[in-house]
């Protein structure tokens, strides 16, 4: 294998030579510079929730799938605990020996296995971090990812590259994979993620496990998510109160949500039949408390707090504009106007033309005229 010397964050890596391999996936090990930016944010996001926990034991950190190493010692050297830096690949785990010893000068406590993931998922060993990043889809990983966990209160990070089977563009696969009805749809990625959510959760309860969203988003080619865990029945009923049915006019663009036992009118006051997705995730994609905490320079980030506070599905400035006697409007008009009136408006992290608001639909429509 070519190799390269590297650097990420504070530590020292090597890596598959980048000119030698076209793409991340053709080198023998995998490793994608352009996520270094979720790394940054994912050992952040761990170190604060390692942080406020109370446990009389020392935790450890599982990167299920980890390639170079690299998320695994990046989150020893954040967070001061022991981690686990797994890989089924006896290639992959030469180099995070390789890179274990490139930086044991510095406070890390990693320990390099050689094992298939949901093996080691399946074992004895409890974690108070799981950290599942495959290359496509989690669904393979997810049941036993739930059987490593601390019951008492643990941390699910999860990442999913099959965005086409979860927006909506294949809704057989994501049936296959998820048990989910979706179609393409007018919201696409943020119905991805809430598809991920609920996913994770349907997984966790058959456990009796609650995953509380703390922070989920949509960036470039994958959707991630980090799940508050603890086994908790009264938890889990209180996520199904917030799982229900999408339903969408294609005519009008009519958007109705209804819990998931719950009833919902398909018909819509134009005539049309409604489109529906589900059961998904109709809640929050976040935990305003916990993302106050994140301290992390990323633009990202910023929109993800401030539209956190907003369970409502986003609205696109371009297919308010097609609606009739509509306008072409800056989403800037949208947030302004709404804030004014008193409602919640916020840019998304979903569209560039978009935005999010706790408004009723009609106020919204008006305000394209």
């Known amino acids: 294998m070519k190799i390269q010397k590297t650097q990420e964050g504070d530590i020292d890596l090597i890596i598959p030579n980048q000119n030698k391999y076209g793409e991340p996936e053709e080198a023998p090990v995998f490793y994608n510079p352009i996520m270094e930016k ?28 980890s390639a170079t190493g690299v998320r695994g010692i990046r989150y020893s050297e954040k967070t001061g605990a022991k981690s686990i830096a797994n890989d089924a690949n006896p290639k992959a785990v030469q180099i995070i020996k390789k890179n274990i010893e490139l930086n044991e000068d510095r406070d890390i406590e990693v320990e390099p296995r050689e094992e298939d993931a949901n093996r080691i998922m399946t074992g004895r060993e409890k974690f108070e971090v799981v950290d599942i990043d495959p290359f496509g889809s989690p669904a393979p990983f997810l049941n036993n990812a739930f059987k490593s966990l601390n019951p008492r209160k643990s941390l699910l990070a999860v990442t999913a590259t099959d965005l086409g089977a979860l927006s909506g563009h294949y809704p057989k696969t994501c049936f296959r994979r998820y048990g989910i009805k979706t179609i393409e749809n007018p919201w696409e990625h943020e119905i991805g993620l809430r598809n991920l959510i609920t996913a994770v959760q349907k997984q966790g309860s058959i456990h009796r496990f609650t995953a509380d969203p703390l922070l989920c988003y949509w960036r470039r080619h994958y959707y991630r998510g980090f799940f508050e865990v603890r086994e908790s029945k009264s938890g889990i009923n209180r996520n199904f109160e917030k799982t229900g049915y999408i339903g969408y006019c294609e005519n009008c663009g009519e958007r109705r949500k209804a819990k998931l036992f719950n009833k919902l009118n398909t018909k819509c006051s134009c005539g049309a039949e409604l489109k529906v997705i589900g059961p998904t995730w109709i809640g929050y994609l976040g935990n305003d408390e916990f993302l106050e905490k994140i301290e992390f320079p990323d633009p990202l980030l910023s929109k993800i707090k401030r539209e956190s506070a907003v369970k409502e599905l986003h609205y696109d400035t371009h297919r308010l504009s097609r609606i009739k006697g509509g306008k072409a409007r800056k989403k800037s008009h949208y947030i302004d106007e709404l804030s004014k009136k008193g409602y919640k408006a916020s840019e998304t992290m979903f569209t560039g033309h978009g935005f999010r608001t706790n408004a009723p639909r009609k106020e919204v429509v008006e305000l394209s005229k």
């Open 38 to 65: 979720d790394r940054d944010l994912s050992a952040e996001v761990i170190y604060k929730f390692l942080k406020e926990m109370e446990e009389d034991k020392e935790p450890k950190i599982l990167d299920a799938l």
